[in-house]
């Protein structure tokens, strides 16, 4: 058993908690944004060390976009912001969950409660979920 293993094997305690996490070849990790009351996903992005670190040390949710190559505070264009209220690992450590706190009831760019409007029905993606407020009006 590795030395720096503590007995229930959640913690290691000469790295940082960043070195725990699994990143792919690309230097990210998947993370999930979950509802901390109701339990709801709201949605999922990609994180990077720098992007975990801070939000760990802003308390909200920031991501990495993939399509800008830049950091991504959600909310920093919406106002729809996720505050963060817990930070978890999967058993593989590939996967980060964020409880949060979402600021405005809107998680999609879409304008919708959560990225998750589609289900599959028959052969084919039917959204199911409603606009809560028009993306016109979200950005400008």
Known sequence: MNSNVSDDSTTLIE???L?????????????????????????MAWMNRESLQLTVDEGRAIYWSRSRQKLWRKGEESGHIQQLHEIRLDCD???????????????????????????YDNGQWQSVDPVVKDPETIYN
Not at 24 to 31: E, F, M, Q, S, W
Request: hydrophobic share 40%.
């Open 19 to 43: 070195d725990q996490v699994k990143w792919t070849p690309d230097g990210l990790v998947a993370a999930i944004a979950q509802d901390y009351q109701s339990g709801e996903i709201l949605m």
């Open 15 to 17: 790295s940082s908690f």
């Open 93 to 119: 450590a590939d996967v980060v969950l964020l409880k949060v706190k979402q600021l405005g009831g809107i998680a999609c760019h879409t304008g919708r409660k959560n990225c998750f409007y589609r289900k």
